[in-house]
Protein backbone atom coordinates (compact mmCIF):
# COMPACT_ATOMS: atom_id res chain seq x y z
CA UNK A 1 0.00 0.00 0.00
CA UNK A 2 1.58 3.13 -0.77
CA UNK A 3 0.58 6.67 -2.27
CA UNK A 4 0.50 6.60 -6.07
CA UNK A 5 1.34 10.11 -6.85
CA UNK A 6 2.02 13.63 -5.75
CA UNK A 7 4.08 15.50 -3.53
CA UNK A 8 4.10 12.00 -1.22
CA UNK A 9 4.48 9.78 -4.61
CA UNK A 10 5.47 6.10 -3.92
CA UNK A 11 5.81 6.15 0.23
CA UNK A 12 4.58 3.43 2.41
CA UNK A 13 1.76 3.56 4.39
CA UNK A 14 1.54 1.12 7.39
CA UNK A 15 -1.46 -0.87 8.13
CA UNK A 16 -2.82 -2.68 10.93
CA UNK A 17 -2.34 -6.24 11.79
CA UNK A 18 -4.75 -8.44 10.88
CA UNK A 19 -7.68 -7.95 8.84
CA UNK A 20 -9.38 -5.43 10.35
CA UNK A 21 -8.69 -3.06 7.01
CA UNK A 22 -9.55 -3.64 3.63
CA UNK A 23 -7.27 -0.87 1.29
CA UNK A 24 -8.17 -0.07 -1.85
CA UNK A 25 -5.86 -2.03 -4.32
CA UNK A 26 -3.03 0.41 -5.91
CA UNK A 27 -5.01 -0.34 -9.91
CA UNK A 28 -8.35 1.17 -8.37
CA UNK A 29 -6.71 4.35 -6.48
CA UNK A 30 -5.39 5.09 -9.40
CA UNK A 31 -8.00 4.24 -11.53
CA UNK A 32 -10.11 6.20 -9.14
CA UNK A 33 -7.70 9.77 -9.43
CA UNK A 34 -7.48 9.34 -12.62
CA UNK A 35 -10.78 9.75 -13.04
CA UNK A 36 -11.57 12.95 -10.24
CA UNK A 37 -8.60 14.68 -12.06
CA UNK A 38 -8.37 18.59 -10.89
CA UNK A 39 -11.29 18.21 -8.40
CA UNK A 40 -8.97 17.02 -5.99
CA UNK A 41 -6.49 20.12 -5.94
CA UNK A 42 -7.60 22.60 -3.76
CA UNK A 43 -10.67 20.40 -2.18
CA UNK A 44 -11.34 19.85 1.12
CA UNK A 45 -11.67 16.33 1.89
CA UNK A 46 -13.71 13.92 4.24
CA UNK A 47 -12.60 10.38 4.71
CA UNK A 48 -15.35 8.18 6.26
CA UNK A 49 -13.93 4.92 7.69
CA UNK A 50 -10.61 5.91 6.36
CA UNK A 51 -8.59 2.46 7.90
CA UNK A 52 -5.37 3.35 6.37
CA UNK A 53 -5.78 6.98 5.26
CA UNK A 54 -4.83 5.99 1.78
CA UNK A 55 -7.77 8.06 -0.19
CA UNK A 56 -7.51 11.30 2.38
CA UNK A 57 -3.54 10.99 2.30
CA UNK A 58 -4.14 10.18 -1.91
CA UNK A 59 -5.57 13.14 -1.97
CA UNK A 60 -3.25 15.58 0.11
CA UNK A 61 -0.53 14.01 -1.92
CA UNK A 62 -2.48 15.60 -5.29
CA UNK A 63 -2.78 18.91 -4.04
CA UNK A 64 -6.29 18.52 -1.54
CA UNK A 65 -6.31 21.70 0.63
CA UNK A 66 -7.18 20.14 3.93
CA UNK A 67 -8.52 16.28 4.95
CA UNK A 68 -10.06 14.51 7.70
CA UNK A 69 -10.10 11.31 8.60
CA UNK A 70 -12.73 9.57 10.69
CA UNK A 71 -11.70 6.13 11.79
CA UNK A 72 -12.92 4.31 15.16
CA UNK A 73 -11.13 0.74 15.02
CA UNK A 74 -7.75 1.46 17.80
CA UNK A 75 -5.58 -0.79 15.26
CA UNK A 76 -6.56 1.06 12.36
CA UNK A 77 -6.42 4.28 14.06
CA UNK A 78 -2.81 3.73 15.23
CA UNK A 79 -1.76 3.07 11.77
CA UNK A 80 -3.73 6.26 10.44
CA UNK A 81 -2.03 8.25 13.14
CA UNK A 82 1.79 7.22 11.95
CA UNK A 83 0.96 7.10 8.45
CA UNK A 84 -0.27 11.06 8.64
CA UNK A 85 2.77 11.72 10.81
CA UNK A 86 5.04 10.50 8.62
CA UNK A 87 4.07 11.46 4.75
CA UNK A 88 3.54 15.00 6.55
CA UNK A 89 0.95 16.98 4.58
CA UNK A 90 -1.24 17.35 7.70
CA UNK A 91 -4.68 16.26 7.93
CA UNK A 92 -6.97 15.99 11.32
CA UNK A 93 -7.71 12.28 12.67
CA UNK A 94 -10.95 11.90 14.77
CA UNK A 95 -11.38 8.86 16.22
CA UNK A 96 -14.71 8.03 16.22
CA UNK A 97 -18.44 6.63 15.04
CA UNK A 98 -18.58 8.26 11.13
CA UNK A 99 -22.23 9.01 11.97
CA UNK A 100 -21.39 10.78 15.48
CA UNK A 101 -18.63 12.53 13.82
CA UNK A 102 -21.31 13.84 10.85
CA UNK A 103 -23.89 14.67 13.29
CA UNK A 104 -21.87 17.22 14.89
CA UNK A 105 -20.34 20.36 13.37
CA UNK A 106 -18.08 19.48 10.29
CA UNK A 107 -17.78 20.18 7.11
CA UNK A 108 -18.36 21.71 4.22
CA UNK A 109 -16.21 19.10 1.90
CA UNK A 110 -16.02 19.11 -1.65
CA UNK A 111 -14.94 15.70 -2.29
CA UNK A 112 -15.80 12.98 0.23
CA UNK A 113 -14.73 9.02 0.17
CA UNK A 114 -17.01 6.72 2.16
CA UNK A 115 -15.10 3.21 2.62
CA UNK A 116 -16.73 1.25 5.11
CA UNK A 117 -15.96 -2.45 5.91
CA UNK A 118 -18.25 -4.62 3.79
CA UNK A 119 -20.05 -5.63 7.16
CA UNK A 120 -21.49 -2.21 7.35
CA UNK A 121 -25.22 -2.81 6.70
CA UNK A 122 -26.83 -1.36 3.91
CA UNK A 123 -29.44 0.73 6.29
CA UNK A 124 -26.66 2.37 8.65
CA UNK A 125 -25.10 2.96 4.98
CA UNK A 126 -27.82 4.81 3.96
CA UNK A 127 -28.00 6.83 6.92
CA UNK A 128 -24.44 7.99 6.63
CA UNK A 129 -24.77 8.85 3.19
CA UNK A 130 -27.91 11.15 4.21
CA UNK A 131 -25.72 12.27 7.16
CA UNK A 132 -23.26 13.12 5.07
CA UNK A 133 -24.93 14.97 2.45
CA UNK A 134 -25.51 17.79 5.00
CA UNK A 135 -21.76 18.51 5.18
CA UNK A 136 -21.19 18.66 1.57
CA UNK A 137 -20.56 22.10 -0.39
CA UNK A 138 -22.75 22.07 -3.80
CA UNK A 139 -21.05 20.30 -6.05
CA UNK A 140 -19.15 18.09 -4.14
CA UNK A 141 -18.02 14.68 -5.14
CA UNK A 142 -19.02 11.46 -3.18
CA UNK A 143 -17.11 8.37 -3.74
CA UNK A 144 -18.82 4.73 -2.07
CA UNK A 145 -16.36 2.10 -1.87
CA UNK A 146 -18.50 -1.41 -1.81
CA UNK A 147 -17.78 -5.17 -2.32
CA UNK A 148 -19.40 -6.51 -5.67
CA UNK A 149 -22.70 -8.18 -5.30
CA UNK A 150 -23.42 -6.05 -2.32
CA UNK A 151 -26.99 -4.12 -3.16
CA UNK A 152 -25.97 -0.40 -5.10
CA UNK A 153 -25.66 2.34 -1.78
CA UNK A 154 -29.43 4.38 -1.19
CA UNK A 155 -27.99 8.10 -1.96
CA UNK A 156 -29.70 11.11 -1.20
CA UNK A 157 -31.89 12.67 -3.80
CA UNK A 158 -29.59 15.92 -4.55
CA UNK A 159 -26.81 13.80 -5.63
CA UNK A 160 -26.72 12.37 -9.42
CA UNK A 161 -25.05 9.33 -10.25
CA UNK A 162 -21.96 10.38 -11.84
CA UNK A 163 -20.14 7.16 -12.54
CA UNK A 164 -19.97 3.12 -11.38
CA UNK A 165 -16.24 1.19 -11.78
CA UNK A 166 -15.53 -2.31 -10.44
CA UNK A 167 -12.16 -3.76 -10.05
CA UNK A 168 -11.94 -7.14 -8.83
CA UNK A 169 -14.16 -7.69 -5.81
CA UNK A 170 -14.73 -3.75 -5.03
CA UNK A 171 -16.97 -1.48 -7.21
CA UNK A 172 -17.20 2.67 -7.07
CA UNK A 173 -19.45 4.87 -7.00
CA UNK A 174 -19.21 8.07 -8.00
CA UNK A 175 -21.71 10.86 -7.14
CA UNK A 176 -22.25 14.39 -7.64
CA UNK A 177 -24.06 16.38 -5.43
CA UNK A 178 -26.32 18.94 -7.29
CA UNK A 179 -25.46 22.76 -7.65
CA UNK A 180 -28.79 23.67 -6.26
CA UNK A 181 -28.23 21.63 -2.69
Known amino acids: MRVIAGAAKGRRLAGPKGGATRPMTDRAKEALFSSLGAGVAGAGVVDLYAGTGSLGLEALSRGAATAVFVERHRGALSALRRNVEE ?25 AFVDPPYAVSLASLTDVLRLLDHRLAPGATIVVHRRAGQPAPEAPPSWDPAALRRYGDSVLYRYQKGLAA
Open 87 to 111: VRLGGEVVAGDVADFLSGECGPFDL
